[in-house]
């Protein structure tokens, strides 16, 4: 049995977006959910990180995805960067509610060190559909991508931003 080589086509992009902490998450999420939806986007995991006043650890974490597309994910991931993460990755002093195809308790963990007691972050990460047709109808037509940027609105005010690597 020939074992097919997963997809690269998926265009990902990771946000994280610090939260005050009266911030109400939920237009956001419903938003994204409508981009979901719309097939402008495919959510892949929205996990929301808090710190708590005692200094501990919650999360909650959800996906748009089946089961077998968060499996596809993550083996073009690990194939394409080496990605390492097992579905089961536990961390003691993460509490977490739901379940995330690409951020881990480690991952969260790393996020929540960036917060104050009763702050929290926004983990967003998206495949952008139209990215992906777009990459498909190069390449269907013998061009290739040489090169891809994405400026984001604090870069263009220049307010602060710019290109990292997660």
Do not use: C, N
């Amino acid at each position: 049995m020939t074992r097919r080589k997963p997809s690269a086509d998926a265009t990902i992009e990771v946000l994280l977006i610090g939260l005050d902490p009266r911030a109400q998450s939920k237009r956001l999420i419903d938003e994204l959910t409508a981009l979901h939806q719309r097939k402008v986007l495919k959510v892949v995991d929205i996990v929301v990180v808090r710190r708590e006043p005692d200094r501990s650890i919650r999360a909650s974490a959800r996906t748009e995805l089946s089961a077998s597309e968060a499996k596809r994910l993550r083996s073009v991931m690990k194939s394409a960067v080496g990605f390492q993460r097992e579905p089961k990755q536990q961390v003691s002093a993460v509490r977490l509610e739901g379940a995330s195809v690409l951020i881990g308790a480690l991952d969260m963990s790393s996020i929540a060190d960036m917060l104050d007691p009763r702050e929290g972050a926004l983990v967003v990460v998206v495949e952008h559909r139209w990215a992906s047709r777009l990459g498909k109808l190069i390449r269907s037509r013998g061009m290739r991508l040489m090169e891809d940027y994405m400026l984001t609105p604090e870069i263009l005010s220049g307010s602060g931003g710019g290109i990292s690597a997660w």
